[in-house]
């Protein structure tokens, strides 16, 4: 059989035909090689490769020897923010968070607590998710795998805590719409 077609690769022969580094008892037909899981096809054609699945990132063991901090400019409260204005910027804030861990437990946490937290307890939310310059700090802390430093440790950060254990067992995949947001108060 000569080269099939569109496939780019001259080592990938049409049905029946060996790889030339590979001993025709071992050789195999394209329809085999199609019908293959992914996993298995890269052996064939890669050799007993390695593969491990996972990342590596920050996790409550990790030691961080190998972590570069860039240091952020200082969290500032914003004590004439009006309290609307606030709560806007705290939602949007609570939603884009550059990890899906806490975009999802805080978006769907400021769904359900922002709009009945007083003055005091938004001023606390603010500096809680603006202040640590380490977004998993904030996910390890609420998810009890890491203990909070004092600083943090109030009446919203226990609140926080007790929305993560998910004690109703709602299924939280996503971020909430916010179609929410224009319904009628209840």
């Known amino acids: 059989g000569g080269s099939c077609g569109g496939w780019g690769s001259p080592r990938l022969r049409c049905a029946g035909a060996a790889r030339p580094d590979v001993s025709p008892a071992l050789s195999v037909s394209l329809s085999q090689l199609c019908s293959l899981p992914g996993r298995a096809l890269c052996q064939y054609f890669l050799g007993s490769v390695r593969l491990q699945r996972g990342y590596r990132g920050d996790s ?30 705290l939602l949007y804030e609570s939603r884009k968070r550059g990890m899906l861990e806490n975009c999802i437990l805080l978006s769907l946490f400021a769904k359900e607590n922002l709009n009945h937290m007083s003055e005091q307890q938004l001023n606390l939310y603010d500096r809680l998710i603006n202040e640590p310059s380490n977004d998993w700090d904030i996910y390890y802390w609420a998810t009890e795998a890491k203990p909070t430093p004092a600083e943090f440790e109030n009446d919203v950060m226990a609140m926080l805590r007790e929305f993560a254990k998910n004690k109703k067992r709602e299924q939280r995949l996503r971020q909430p719409d916010l179609e929410y947001l224009f319904e009628s108060p209840r």
């Open 60 to 89: 409550p063991t990790d030691s961080g020897k190998d972590v570069l901090e860039i240091p952020l400019p200082p969290w500032q409260e914003r004590p004439d923010e009006p309290l609307e204005t606030k709560r806007a910027r």
